[in-house]
């Protein structure tokens, strides 16, 4: 068991399937009163009823004040799970991007906004946020994910370093494939990159309980992408160079 988050009272949104409900499982299997979070309210409730926790269906930007009631008042961890794969270039609706930086980015903020007052007055509280991989590099076919990805990644950063030394604890959940529902939307460009190499979500879950007690920001379920990381910024041209080749070896198998 790990200790700090037994009896804590967490909060997991998108915990209908895939990731979301991997690390609501945990958590309660983990000794944690959960509330299980998803758009979905059938999926949200098969979840809770399987982990004894409780269901609070909607938007995962409005689920802070039911389930602060739900759990008798305080919110210790929260996971910001929720997330949108969407696909596109620059070219994509104005509707694609308002919903990547709404449910990717804005929801993390303003459940930070109701929540951090009353953890820094309480000294302790646990943000994670599920970011991707592409947060850290990028994924090709994707603009809207990669951009918001990012986005939710530097929030998570600032998070951390703003408010670390106040008790706040934050970690950033940064996988390549995971063998969920989003994977099998992403299409081509998704098989190409993201398949031969995808986790179940429970290594995913995995990961983020031995960064919990490791105490550790950046957890990555997929080590390799720590190198991809490095060379990234050690030479960006040469990584762009080698990902424009992947874009390459994309268009040439799908035709584009």
Known sequence: MVEAVQN???????????????????????????????LDAGRAKAVAEEIGGIAVAGDASAVIGEARDALGGTVDVYCANAGVGCGGSEAADEAVWALAWDVNVMAHVRAAQQLVPDWLERGHGRFVSTVSAAGLLTMIGAAPYSVTKHGAYAFAEWLSLTYRHRGVKVHAICPQGVRTDMLTASGSAGELVLAP??????????????????????????PEVA??????????????????????????????
């Open 227 to 256: 190198g991809y990381y490095q060379a990234r910024a050690a030479d960006p041209e040469r990584w762009l160079r080698g990902m424009n080749h992947v874009q390459r070896q994309w268009e040439e198998g799908t035709g584009r």
């Open 197 to 222: 190499t995808a986790i179940a979500p429970e290594d995913v879950a995995d990961a983020l309980f031995e960064g919990i007690e490791q105490d550790r920001f950046l957890i990555l379920p997929h």
């Open 8 to 38: 804590a009272g967490v909060v997991v949104t998108g915990a209908g399937g895939g990731i979301g409900a991997a690390l609501a499982r945990r958590f309660a299997a983990e000794g944690a009163r959960v509330v299980v979070n998803d």
